[in-house]
């Protein structure tokens, strides 16, 4: 640029910046930010310091002063710079998405996060220390330099990086998704997750240590070490991983849909939900914790371990399960809807909703704590247990031979009572939602005074259907 220019170009930013823009002794200083979004200055003043961002996105500015100096963040994404003042100094976080940059200057100085994704970026300098963030995802980055260090994540999805050389420490998440990553040094130990998803790798190294999450997701990974431990969610969906190490331990989720595992390993603790939904898996350890949910549906299990033990929901729906062990307890709901289970066992404390729906079961037991609703449709069933007044979800009897419901029943949901042997409604109920009379002997006149429903009561009799606030002919 001609030097006319860049002094039209400086009389501008004067003119526009008033007094929040002043000459010092090193050069020119901003009080507050300085917003150049879309603006067609091409050039800014050496020895310029901004207190607060520097926001240069959609500009025309192709070079960046020296002894430039921003204390909040810099915005540049979209510009054609292509390098960078060796006196840089930003405390806040720099994004240059985008941009035609190839390579960073040694000692840059940044105090946040850098945001390199989708620019032009092929080298980075020896020794780099990012205090924040580093984002070089889908760039043609190629290697990174040997003791690199970013205390947060570093993103190098898509990129062509294809090892971690020595000395890389990242404090977050480590991303090598996408890339042609084919194996990892030994003894690596990631703060945050690691994420290889449909890389290359083939063997995990022993002594890995993952303190977050793991993701194997499409991976050419057999095999996990012994002693593995992942303090997050491991997911192994899609691998040909066919047997887990024993004493595994897994702080999160564990998924292993797509695989070819058969059998889970003794000692097995999963701090998460485990989903074995359609998995030929034919039987559970002894010593299974799982602190989050259990599915189990479209498995071949037809018992469970005596010290099974389910923080969250159990969902058995559909096996051939016969019984469950003595002093069970879940900490979420239960779905045993469709299963050969006869009977329930005494005392069982289940702290969300029981579904048994479709069994074989004629009647709850004594001491039965539900936390949830309570679903006895096309059961045996006819009577709640002594003392049981209290739902704390919906009620549905649907197609079971209830004659008749407790005096002051409370359902804080939906009552469903469909084709019951129920002539009359008790005194006292309470219903939180609808409450559902069709197919049942209730007549009009049968409902009781003190009736509460905080829905729709509907009934079909006589050719009528009875709502909540009147009456409609179908």
Avoid at 158 to 170: A, N
Avoid at 181 to 191: I, Q, T, Y
Avoid at 298 to 323: E, F
């Amino acid at each position: 640029m001609e030097p006319d220019d860049m002094t039209e170009d400086l009389d501008d930013l004067i003119l526009e910046m008033g007094d929040e823009m002043t000459r010092t002794a090193t050069g020119w200083l901003v009080r507050d930010t300085l917003d150049l979004e879309y603006c067609a200055i091409q050039w800014l003043p050496d020895g310029l310091e901004v207190r607060g961002n520097l926001q240069l996105r959609g500009s025309s500015i192709r070079h960046l002063p020296l002894r430039l100096r921003v204390t909040g963040n810099l915005l540049a994404s979209g510009l054609q710079i292509e390098d960078l003042p060796a006196d840089l100094q930003v405390d806040g976080r720099v994004c240059l998405t985008g941009t035609r940059l190839r390579s960073l200057p040694a000692g840059l100085n940044i105090g946040g996060d850098l945001d390199l994704s989708l620019s032009r970026i092929e080298s980075l300098p020896e020794r780099l220390v990012i205090r924040g963030d580093l984002d070089l995802s889908h760039t043609p980055l190629q290697a990174l330099p040997e003791h690199l260090t970013v205390e947060g994540r570093l993103d190098l999805r898509g990129t062509k990086v294809s090892r971690l050389p020595p000395g890389v420490r990242v404090g977050g998440l480590l991303d090598l998704g996408l890339t042609p990553m084919c194996e990892l040094p030994a003894g690596l130990v990631v703060e945050g997750s690691l994420d290889l998803l449909e890389t290359l790798v083939e063997h995990l190294p022993e002594g890995l240590v993952v303190r977050d999450s793991l993701n194997l997701g499409g991976t050419l990974v057999v095999r996990l070490p012994e002693g593995l431990q992942v303090f997050g969610s491991l997911n192994l969906t899609d691998t040909a991983v066919a047997a887990l190490p024993p004493g595994l331990s897994v702080g999160g989720d564990l998924h292993v849909q797509g695989t070819l595992i058969t059998a889970l390993p003794a000692g097995l603790s999963v701090g998460g939900d485990l989903d074995l939904r359609g998995m030929p898996i034919r039987s559970l350890p002894a010593g299974l914790v799982v602190g989050g949910d259990l599915c189990l549906v479209k498995t071949q299990i037809d018992t469970l371990p005596d010290d099974l033990v389910v923080r969250g929901s159990l969902d058995a729906s559909g096996l051939p399960i016969r019984s469950l062990p003595a002093g069970f307890s879940v900490g979420g709901s239960l779905c045993l809807g469709g299963t050969l289970i006869e009977a329930l066992p005494e005392a069982l404390v289940v702290g969300g909703r029981l579904v048994i729906a479709r069994t074989q079961v004629r009647a709850l037991p004594q001491g039965l704590q539900v936390g949830g609703g309570l679903d006895l449709s096309h059961t045996q069933v006819s009577a709640l247990p002594e003392g049981m007044l209290r739902i704390h979800g919906p009620l549905h009897l649907r197609g079971a031979p209830f004659r008749s419901l407790p005096t002051g029943l409370f359902v804080a949901g939906n009552l469903d009572v469909r084709d019951t042997l129920l002539q009359a409604l008790p005194p006292g109920l309470h219903v939180g939602a609808w409450l559902n009379l069709d197919g049942t002997q209730i007549e009009i006149t049968d409902l009781p005074a003190n009736l509460r429903a905080g829905g729709w009561v509907t009934m079909q009799t006589s050719g009528w259907t009875v709502r909540k606030g009147g009456a409609a002919k179908p």
